[in-house]
């Protein structure tokens, strides 16, 4: 790790609600708005072609499993299909958004450090292609750490007694996800790895999981989800930034 930084300022619960906050209020800016419309464009156009498909292949499906006498039970079905496909649609948002937004996300860190007035990190020219491809592979490793310990997790939903408590479980550990998700554009500037990304916000496990919590609230809310994957990666700038230690 090339940097070092304030644990207990990284832990600090008011300090954590204010970055995202602060965050959120940068989008507004002209330099910054295109990380948010374009993004937001390509998962759109993404899901309507989801719907699209889910409508147009509809009727089919529903002639190939049901007999014709249960096809008046098409009107039931169609509605279900709609609601599971709209739930479906926010709870694979954020997945879909990282990994579009990917290539999009590290080039705004950079820019939002920029408007901070962050000092000048050591940069490694290189081409824009094969950034964009190492932004892939990082967010592709991410989602396998997500998976391996997502898939196990979801098991307790099944285990009576246990499954009360679920539910919180799953969105600390959502929430410990988002946080390295977001963090790691900042950490990345400060030359911090994936594995030495885990190491220092295990030391403040607490508060960076709540970061993530504060996110996934964020993103449960109709409109403002739409904002909150550019402004979680803001505000993990300033998260992180603030708590650097100066050398």
Known sequence: ?????????????????????????????????????????????????GLWAVRHYFDAVIAYFLPDWL???????????ATSFVILTLFSFTLLANIVGAPFYGILAEKVAVL?????VPEVQEPWPKAVLRSLQAETARLRYYLVRAAPMLLLFLIPGVNVFASFLWLAFNGWFLALEYTSYPLE?????????????GKARIMAAGFGVLVALGLAV????????????????????????AD
């Open 1 to 49: 790790m090339n940097a070092s930084f304030d644990v207990a300022k990284l832990n600090n619960p008011l300090y954590t609600v204010r970055c995202l906050g602060q965050g959120l209020k940068l989008l507004a800016r002209p330099e910054l708005r295109h990380f948010v419309w374009i993004p937001l464009l390509i998962n759109f156009v993404l899901f309507a072609l």
């Open 71 to 81: 096809m008046w039970l098409r009107g039931f079905i169609w509605p279900l299909v």
């Open 116 to 120: 901070l007035g962050l000092p000048a």
């Open 189 to 201: 500037r400060y030359g911090c790895g994936f594995a030495e990304q885990r190491q220092l916000l």
């Open 222 to 245: 109709p409109l403002l989800n739409v904002l909150m994957p550019p402004a979680a990666v803001a505000g993990a700038v300033i998260y992180i930034a603030g708590a650097r230690r």
